[in-house]
């Protein structure tokens, strides 16, 4: 007998509908299982991340503000169909819920729709009748990337958020298992700096998560050096001197990797075919800028801005390669394929902002400015610089994390004779790079600012693109041999040729 709904007592299809209810959700909790159930509604996961949109109204109405936890902002986009807004969480995520509050113009017609890697999406929510206000929308999916696409508008303005909020629980971490070593550090001297077996740092780590990225050739069971070196001063550095190469360009392969025009403006140097789909492969098939031919890395920054007119750095600009730890013959290359970022692009902590770097923002004889002066001497040679240094202990695991710096730490001070050390998690010591820019603008500067923001939001980005052997030579003869070199000469790419680079003494290195 076929049962009929339409015609049962109320009472009844109540009972049924609950027996429904609780069904669908014991099927959901068996699909995505604890981590949907660990799932907190306090604070969405999407708060603060990243967000990107398909246009915006004006300055006024960025894609960051729906993911601000402000009511009082908004994302409004231009007045036409489609339309999408999105926000990377920065690892897979099991999504449990989205609230979108909307303006007074909202979306009528919408999607919402996941993805991990922001190139192929599932749709996991669809409406052609939304009645805009407050709308909670119960999904599932594991992605780190969630969009709202938009298909029709309800008025003749754009789609409009206070709020977009997702909610979930972050995938959990796996522990790093780590091989068996067949050879490490001498107890009697230096952390050796050629080939053989690649020891890896101790401890565990979250590899094999989401936003982390194995290195191929980890480095374990180092632990960070406390020797005291013989030549305790002097110069232990060499500099890659490099203008720009791409300028302007709305592009981050490590923030945004595939999303063309999701940053905010960028200006490259080094690498000529840096842009949103760069991959290791692809840079070291391009070109450079810098000196030395066989340093095909990639780094960038904000563009700087004096009103609405971009200024980029002019002729070469020196990137250091320094020992950020006091023990310089630790020190041993970047893993090719490593990234991060230095700085962010969100602080707001002008203090914190000095404390890395030289002598904070400099033009003529004003030093130790915590943001972009606000005049300075308008002689011709006078130039905006700042000096800002990089994290230079890496944890031997990981090429990149979810927050592009948590694989990497600054030096800790012993207060000993061993001095600046790296940290006991961050055991490997690389090379210190510090940015020195200098950028033509003086006078009047109280309209100078980064794409990013104030003076405190400078932040730069970095991917190891170097020729391997090339970078090897100029570590061990310059940092470890306790050196100052200016690095010039051929790639060193082609087997037959040695790489050649002059150094200020004269010294050439095989």
Sequence with gaps: ?????????????????????????????????????????????????????????????????????????????????????QVDLGANTSIGKVVLNWERAYGKAYQIQISSDAAQWSTVYSTEASKGGKETLN?????????????????????????????????????????????????????????????????????????????????????????????????????????????????????????????????????????????????????????????????WMPTLYNGDVAVNPEGLQTIYYKTGVYDYRSVRPFPKGLRFVVGNAKNTDADKFLAATEKGFECGDSYENKNIPLSCPTERSVKLNIRYQAPSCWDGLHLDSPDHQSHMAYPIDTHTAAGVVCPDDHPVAVPKLEFKMAWPVNGDMSKVHFASGAGPTFHYDFVNAWDDRTLKAMIDGCIVAARQCDAQGHDGRDDQQPAPYVLNNNYVLP
């Design 139 to 299: 999904v599932s999916g594991m992605a780190r990337y969630v969009r709202l696409y938009g298909t029709a508008r309800s008025s003749g303005y754009g789609f409009s958020l206070w709020e977009f909020q997702v909610f979930g629980a972050v995938g959990t971490p796996a522990t790093a298992t780590v091989g068996p070593v067949t050879s490490g550090p001498s107890s009697a001297g230096p952390v050796p700096t050629t080939g053989g077996a690649t020891p890896t740092a101790t401890g565990t780590a979250t590899s094999g998560a989401a936003g982390w990225i194995d290195a191929p050739n980890p480095v374990t069971n180092v632990k960070p050096s406390h020797e005291v070196p013989p030549n305790k001063g002097g110069f232990h550095e060499f500099q890659a001197n490099c203008s720009v190469s791409r300028s302007n360009l709305q592009d981050d392969p490590i923030v945004f990797p595939g999303l063309a025009g999701a940053s905010h403006m960028h200006t490259f140097m080094g690498n000529t075919t840096t842009n949103a789909a760069s991959t290791v492969d692809s840079l070291t098939k391009g070109q450079t800028t810098c000196k030395a031919k066989g340093d095909l890395s990639a780094y």
């Design 1 to 85: 007998m076929t049962l009929s709904l339409r015609r049962q007592p109320r009472s009844r299809l109540l009972v049924l509908a609950g027996v429904a209810v609780a069904l669908l959700g014991l099927l959901g909790w068996f699909a995505t299982g604890p981590l949907r159930a660990a799932s907190a509604d306090a604070t969405p996961v999407s708060q603060g991340k990243p967000a990107t949109a398909s246009s915006s109204e004006g300055r006024a109405y960025p894609a960051s503000a729906a993911v601000d936890g402000d009511t009082g902002t908004r994302w409004s986009s231009a007045f036409s169909d489609p339309q999408w807004l």
